[in-house]
T-cell receptor, first 109, second 116 residues
């Protein structure tokens, strides 16, 4: 079957760094996405990885290892507004997104 | 600017009535649109895949006679919740992918449905 695993909840301190992990098992792979979702809002795109390695975009970076079925989202210099759910999703062979349950990130001052 | 719009953004209806939600692709022609449902504190759940000019493909457990999907053009898909019940109260989100089969999905802002 298809499966995406990520931690349910994480807590970090303002100004610190946090890494959110995601492991996956899917039928086919056309890339892995990270989305941010604030409560009551639609997801917003953060990153897309289709090749192994690290993609850096400002305070956010995303890493992918296809052989290990593993990705992580790294958030630096955390701000209170980063408190949100972070969703890992894999595009399968039919370009359909398989979603993880999301990681709720709580930022404390 | 927004790539996908949804209308209405929120709606309250009485049990037993029907509600139509529109999803419009603003920037490009969308051959495929996806409809998701999200209950509080849960992740997105794919309900159906809507292909222009053909019948939608529903996920297991989603009643196709209750959730009617019409993808009549390359820029518009509609989801009609028929005979709504309080348990249908949820956040409904559509997303689109481009005619070039771009991998990234663009999400609409969502529609919050409350059935009383």
């Amino acid at each position: 079957g298809q499966n995406i695993d990520q931690p349910t909840e994480m807590t970090a301190t303002e100004g610190a760094i946090v890494q959110i992990n995601c492991t996956y098992q899917t039928s086919g792979f056309n890339g892995l996405f990270w989305y941010q979702q604030h409560a009551g809002e639609a997801p917003t795109f953060l990153s897309y990885n289709v090749l192994d390695g690290l993609e850096e975009k400002g305070r956010f970076s995303s890493f992918l290892s296809r052989s290990k079925g593993y990705s992580y989202l790294l958030l630096k210099e955390l701000q209170m507004k980063d408190s949100a759910s972070y969703l890992c999703a894999v595009s399968d062979s039919n370009y359909q997104l398989i979603w993880g349950a999301g990681t709720k990130l709580i930022i404390k001052p | 600017g927004a790539v996908v719009s949804q209308h209405p953004s929120w709606v309250i209806c009485k049990s037993g009535t029907s509600v139509k939600i529109e999803c419009r692709s603003l920037d490009f022609q969308a051959t495929t649109m996806f409809w998701y449902r999200q209950f509080p504190k849960q992740s997105l759940m794919l309900m159906a895949t809507s292909n222009e000019g053909s019948k939608a493909t529903y996920e297991q457990g989603v009643e196709k006679d209750k959730f009617l999907i019409n993808h009549a053009s390359l820029t518009l898909s509609t989801l009609t919740v028929t005979s709504a019940h309080p348990e249908d109260s949820s956040f409904y989100i559509c997303s689109v992918i481009g005619i070039q089969r771009e991998v990234e999905q663009y999400f609409g802002p969502g529609t919050r449905l409350t059935v009383t």
